[in-house]
C-alpha cells in the first residue's frame, strides 16, 4: 500500500500515458469514454504489458541474468520516447524510494528498469503474493488514470470514482491468471494509444510529460 500509494515520491504525478493527448484529439470526451480507454489498455494495452513484465520479473527476482534481460525486453517494448521516458524514470524512482525497506534484491536489479520490472521484483523479494502486487499494481496505475483525466477535465471527481470501481473486475480477474502468465503473453493492439502517445510529443500545450 505505501509503494503503490500516490504519495510515494516516484513522481507518477507528471505522467498521463498518453491520455492527454487522446483527450486533446477528442478521443477522450467523458465517464464513458475514460472507462473504455482503462478497458482497452488492461486488455491489450501498456497495462497489460506491464502486468506480465511484472510477473516474470516477481518471478526471477532473485536471477540477476533473468531480471537484466526482462527489464531490457521491458524498455524495449516502450512504443515512444515518452513511454519510455516515463517507466524508465518511474522505475528508478521506485526503486530509490523503495530502498527504505533494505532487500538484497537491491543489489542485482539493473540501474535501467521499467516500472512494472522494478515493483514486481521488490514485491517477491518482500514475500507479496503475485496476485496481490499485480492487482496493486494495476490499480494504483488505473487510479492515476482516472486522477489525470480529472485535471483534464474529461470528468469529475464522483464520475472518476466511478470509473475506478467499474474497472476493479477486470483488474481483479487479471491479478488472478497471474501465476500462469509468461512472456508469451505478451502482446499488445492499442493502436491509437500508441499514437496518442507519440503524438504527445509534439504537443505544444501540456499538463504532463506523456
Known sequence: MAW???????GGFAYSGGLER??????????????????????HGSLWTDGVLLVEAWRSYTDQAALAE????????AGSAERYA????????????????PSSVF?????????????????????????????????????????????????GQRQGLGVLAGSEPAIEAFAAGAPLLTLDDLGSAAVQADIASLRHETQHSRLFRS
Open 107 to 155: 543489489e542485482i536489479l539493473p540501474k535501467d528498469l521499467p516500472f512494472p520490472v522494478a515493483v514486481g521484483a521488490v514485491s517477491a523479494a518482500h514475500g507479496v503474493g503475485v496476485e496481490q502486487a499485480l492487482a496493486a499494481y494495476l490499480h494504483a496505475a488505473t487510479s492515476q488514470a482516472v486522477s489525470a483525466a480529472i485535471r483534464l477535465n474529461v470528468c
Open 4 to 10: 503503490l500509494s500516490p504519495a510515494f515520491p516516484i
Open 22 to 43: 487522446a483527450v486533446h484529439d477528442k478521443l477522450i470526451a467523458d465517464a464513458a469514454g475514460l472507462a473504455d480507454w482503462l478497458g482497452i489498455l488492461l486488455q
Open 86 to 101: 516515463e517507466t524508465s524514470s518511474l522505475g528508478r524512482g521506485f526503486v530509490a524510494a523503495a530502498a527504505a525497506w
Open 70 to 77: 526482462v527489464a531490457e525486453l521491458g524498455l524495449a517494448l
